[in-house]
């Protein structure tokens, strides 16, 4: 069972920034290369869509929802067996829960954060 802590939802007005981090301190650092990180956002009666993925992989290609291109960017330290969201000119559509996903590559088994809440007023 992998445990990850997540932080740094809250309120922000549009065009405000936010930073998300999600870490897994009982992680083995080696063992953080096997996992794929992203992050996910739910919004209320909507399904669970994921916003951005970063694979351990040299180069650390990244992938983005389109409706985060430009405005999102997820970082990656495998020192730390840290991701983080650094999210720009929020928009109140951006409102959602968002969680932190790991994902094993090998066995393909997944583990979530507790999720934390991100509202954007307009």
């Known amino acids: 069972q992998v445990h990850l802590v997540e932080s740094g939802g809250g309120l922000v007005p549009e065009g405000g920034s936010l930073r998300l981090s999600c870490v897994a301190p009982r992680m083995i650092t080696s063992v953080f290369w096997g996992y794929r990180t992203s992050w996910y956002h739910q919004a209320p009666g909507k399904a669970?869509?994921?916003?951005?993925?970063?694979?351990?992989?040299?180069?650390?290609?990244?992938n983005y929802a389109d409706s985060v291109k430009g405005r999102f960017t997820i970082y990656r330290d495998n020192s730390k067996k840290r991701v983080d969201l650094q999210m720009n000119s929020l928009k109140p559509e951006d409102t959602a829960v968002y969680y932190c996903?790991?994902?094993?590559?090998?066995?393909?088994?997944?583990?979530w954060g507790q999720g934390t809440q991100v509202t954007v007023s307009s």
């Open positions: 996903n790991f994902h094993n590559v090998e066995d393909r088994s997944d583990y």
């Open positions: 669970r869509e994921l916003v951005a993925g970063i694979t351990s992989t040299r180069g650390e290609a990244a």
